[in-house]
């Protein structure tokens, strides 16, 4: 994906650098971010308090209020797919009115998944408490100390994820997905047992599936428990937040959005029937009376249908399922309410600050502790069903204000149609806006002080923006941008990722190689975005120091006579931006720099075994460490494998630019592999002897091969070894000898990797 380049002021002396925002997000892992608010706690927890307003009707509340939330998911895909930026329902809200209006949206948006993010907090209290109650752990303990214990935990997961968020450590993927796929099995299989138990039973499974006065009064029912049931359909909220970051988000998006509504909308109404089928006698006398919101005969509701279908287990995992899904939302969450604090800091919607980084971390620090802190507020002093009702308001007016800004964004439209688009428009949006506005304000028959708490935090929004964040608001940063220079055509295509771009030694090789092979070199910095930020989040001015410092280090190749590019990448992973970048390039080979430091093999922040593995193109590593400005003296490493004949040219061409001498040696544990490495030792010294280079060979027998060439490689300026047939296997990055003998030798180490192309033979 191309990106803009980034200005620089015009008086300095600065030549292009294209720079690229790579998108990392597949179908998968978007589906796994949408469904993780929706399998987490909410289907364990919500169930019980939306029976006790709708009864046995909830069942048709959740496929009505599905139906009603097409109407904005629709919205969400072709606003994503044609504003694929941070900030979400936000942005559009803001592109589409005017500055308090924008303002409103993103502070609502700010205020609900801090909202929705302090319900999964809660629920990890509530399943901890839980699992000491039924092991009788808590027993003679006071309801108000098991409370304040439930909260005390609450607060510590939320402190742990605020940490993490705040020092950029990341999660992976794989483990998302992992939790994802358990909380699934667990939700499966209480829907067997539970329809299992219930089939059992000749009574009927629940009575006056309506509840409520007349038909006017089953209707109001419905309509509250689609308002306090519509937290359930909220992912394609966060699904939005990853646009920037997906790869094809004008397919992806739209694909994400429709199958985790679906599996969604089935796994809910599938708990539901099994939970009425198997324990509808236990929740029955609170049906209606909506002061039982939040007795714990409601909120474990799930749980002791769950004890009741399969006694032995139930309970415990569900409890399991309660906090798994919490500990996998709140990460998550605190993520996106960070994101949308520091989109509007970023703007100068709100202070500022909010818009800064950790200057070590790189992360937005007082984004993510601000929201921590309104999180934790909530988490403190309010009951669970006023948090998930505070939360469905402020989503359903944010939805209501995403589904006007569609239409206005619609028609401001000049360009041609591209991505998802919302059919019989403006009717669906219109739609849209209408039912939002309605279940919203039907919640205010229930849950009052969540309206209240509403009109609060949007009138301290608007003090804030006002009064504070207006002010700052003196100089706009304008982005200019500029054309990508094209990369001339060569025959020999050189990639160098630079971690340190003042680093000269791998441009000084490079521009000896380029030259010689009539090339051109392209010098990639690759910067790494921590998952607490959007892809974009890096500052300007960081980015011009970058473009400055490439820009030096391309001067340095030029100077040398050969073609330079230079090239930013924003990524998640170094690894992946890198390995693209020699795939785009149609790279012949790949230059990397290593300082010899015991991380593990690690390179440029990845793994350097994955970029050996994987690059399409040969590969030289070069350990830096302690390399001198001129080389006098380089030592070979011969071993028979054909890779060391081309770390033997390298070695040669650095020779006749250093006017240095050539030291193959050969170390062999028995005689017939000294015979068999004498053969090869002739040839690279043959090689040596064609291109004038001053040379010798050098044989020992000896006990470790591995000992013997690091003691030797102390008297050398530099080691040159080539790969073995070994590096194919993971373990390996050039194999196990190589490997051992780049960690320990003293000196500086070329590594080099050749790959064989279709129809090309091993030098004789």
């Known amino acids: 994906m191309r990106g803009p380049v980034m200005s620089v002021p015009e008086d300095t002396e600065v030549e292009a650098v294209e720079v690229r925002f790579r998108r990392d997000l597949r179908l998968l892992d978007v589906v796994m971010i949408g469904l993780g608010p929706t399998i987490g706690t909410t289907i364990f927890l919500l169930p019980g308090p939306g029976v006790v307003i709708a009864g046995p009707a909830l069942l048709l509340v959740l496929v009505l209020t599905a139906g009603i939330t097409l109407f904005t998911a629709m919205a969400y895909v072709e606003l994503s797919s044609t504003h694929p930026e941070t900030g979400g329902g936000y942005l559009w809200v803001k592109q589409a009115s005017n500055e308090a209006i924008g303002f409103l949206g993103g502070w609502m948006s700010w205020f609900g998944h801090c909202i929705v993010c302090s319900f999964y907090v809660f629920s990890f209290g509530y399943g901890v408490v839980w699992f000491a109650e039924s092991h009788g752990l808590l027993a003679g303990w006071t309801s108000g100390a098991i409370d304040l ?81 519509f937290i359930i359909f909220e ?57 039982k919101l939040g007795d714990p005969s409601a909120v474990r509701w799930i749980a002791d249908a769950a004890a009741l279908s399969f006694p032995a287990l139930g309970l415990e995992v569900i409890v399991v399922g309660v906090i798994l899904g919490s500990l996998a939302a709140v990460n998550s969450m605190v993520f996106s309410s960070s994101r949308v604090s520091f989109a509007m800091g970023r703007d100068r919607s709100m202070p500022r600050v909010f818009g800064t980084l950790h200057p070590k971390n790189r992360t937005p620090h007082v984004a993510v502790l601000s929201s921590g802190l309104v999180i934790g507020l909530m988490v403190a002093f309010l009951p669970i069903e006023h948090i998930a009702a505070s939360a469905d308001i402020m ?11 569609l239409i206005v964004l619609r028609r401001r439209a000049t360009g041609p149609a591209s991505g998802f688009r919302t059919p019989l428009f403006p009717v669906v949006p219109l739609l849209g806006v209408g039912m939002n506005a309605l279940l919203a304000g039907l919640l205010f028959l229930v849950f009052p002080e969540a309206w209240f708490m509403g009109i609060g935090w ?35 295509q050189i990639l160098v990722p630079l971690e340190d771009v003042a680093d000269t030694s791998l441009l000084r090789f490079a521009s000896v190689v380029g030259r010689v092979e009539d090339g051109a070199v392209t010098v990639l910095n690759v910067v790494e975005v921590p998952p607490t930020l959007p892809i974009d989040a890096i500052d300007s001015l960081y980015l011009v120091e970058i473009r400055l410092g490439l820009t030096r280090a391309a001067r340095i190749v030029k100077d040398a006579g050969v073609d330079a590019h230079s090239k930013v990448v924003v990524a998640r992973r170094a690894s992946g931006a890198i390995l693209d970048a020699a795939k785009e390039g149609e790279t012949d080979l790949l230059v990397m720099g290593w300082r010899g430091a015991r991380r593990g093999g690690r390179i440029l922040g990845t793994n350097v075994d994955k970029l050996v593995q994987h690059a399409p193109c040969d590969v030289v590593v070069f350990k830096t460490a302690g390399l001198k400005e001129t080389i006098k003296k380089i030592l070979v490493f011969n071993a028979p494998a054909w890779h060391v004949s081309y770390a033997t040219g390298y070695a040669i061409l ?45 044989f020992a027998m000896v006990r470790n091969t591995v000992d013997a060439v690091v003691e030797e490689a102390g008297g050398y300026d530099l080691l040159a070894v080539g790969a073995s047939d070994e590096w194919v296997k993971l373990e390996h990055a050039f194999g196990s000898v190589q490997d051992d003998i780049a960690r320990r030798a003293p000196s500086p180490v070329l590594m080099v990797r050749k790959v064989r192309k279709a129809g090309e033979g091993a030098p004789a």
């Not at 804030?464 to 304008?478: C, G, M, S």
């Not at 650095?654 to 068999?676: F, N, P, R, S, W």
């Open 149 to 229: 214990l439930s909260r005390g935990m609450s607060l510590g997961v939320l402190a742990a994820f605020l940490f993490v968020n705040y020092r950029g450590t990341r999660t992976t993927g794989r483990s998302s997905s992992a939790v994802a796929i358990l909380l699934l099995a667990i939700v499966g299989a209480f829907i067997v047992f539970g329809l299992l138990t219930g089939s059992r039973s000749t009574a009927l499974p629940f009575r006056n599936f309506f509840i409520g006065d007349g038909a006017a009064g089953a209707a109001k029912t419905v309509l509250l428990g689609m308002g306090f049931t």
């Open 235 to 291: 992912g394609y909220e966060v699904i939005a937040q990853t646009a920037e970051e997906t790869r094809d988000p004008e397919r992806t998006i739209a694909r994400a959005t429709w199958i985790t509504l679906g599996i969604a909308t089935a796994v809910f109404v599938l708990v539901v029937l099994a939970a009425l089928w198997s324990n509808w006698s236990s929740i029955e006398p609170l049906v209606g009376d909506t002061s």
């Open 395 to 405: 989503f359903l007016v944010l939805f209501a204000l995403v589904n006007a800004s």
């Open 458 to 492: 949007i009138a301290l929004g608007f003090g804030i923006h006002y009064l504070w964040a207006k002010r700052e608001r003196i100089v706009e940063v304008v982005r200019a941008v500029e054309a990508a220079l094209p990369l001339p055509e060569a025959k020999y």
């Open 654 to 698: 650095l020779a006749k630019q250093h006017g240095a001498t050539v030291t193959i040696y050969t170390a062999a544990t028995t005689d017939e592999e000294m015979e068999k490495e004498r053969v090869y030792s002739a040839r690279l010294a043959q090689m040596c002897r064609t291109h004038g280079v001053p040379h010798e060979e050098k």
